[in-house]
C-alpha cells in the first residue's frame, strides 16, 4: 500500500503522456518523485521509457521523444 497516488492524462495527438504525483490522502503534489514508465517496443517486447521526475507542483510529463 502507498500512500502516493498517481493522476494520469494522455495527449493522443502529440504522443505525450503527462500526470501528477500527490499524497493520496493529502492531494498535496510530491516534489522530485522519479517516475518510471513501460512500453512495448514495435516487436512487442517490454522497454522501459527513460524515467523522469515531477515538478515542485508534482507534474511529469513523458514527451514521445523520451518513448521508443
Known amino acids: 500500500v502507498s500512500k ?3 493522476v494520469m492524462r ?3 495527438k502529440d504522443a505525450i503522456i503527462e500526470g501528477f504525483v500527490v499524497d493520496s490522502k493529502s492531494g498535496q503534489p510530491i516534489a522530485s518523485a522519479q517516475v518510471k ?3 512495448r517496443d514495435e516487436r512487442y517486447k517490454i522497454a522501459t521509457v527513460t524515467p523522469v521526475k515531477t ?5 511529469f510529463r513523458f514527451p514521445s521523444s523520451n518513448r521508443n
Open 4 to 6: 502516493l497516488a498517481l
Open 10 to 12: 494522455s495527449n493522443h
Open 37 to 39: 514508465a513501460w512500453q
Open 55 to 59: 515538478d515542485k507542483n508534482g507534474m
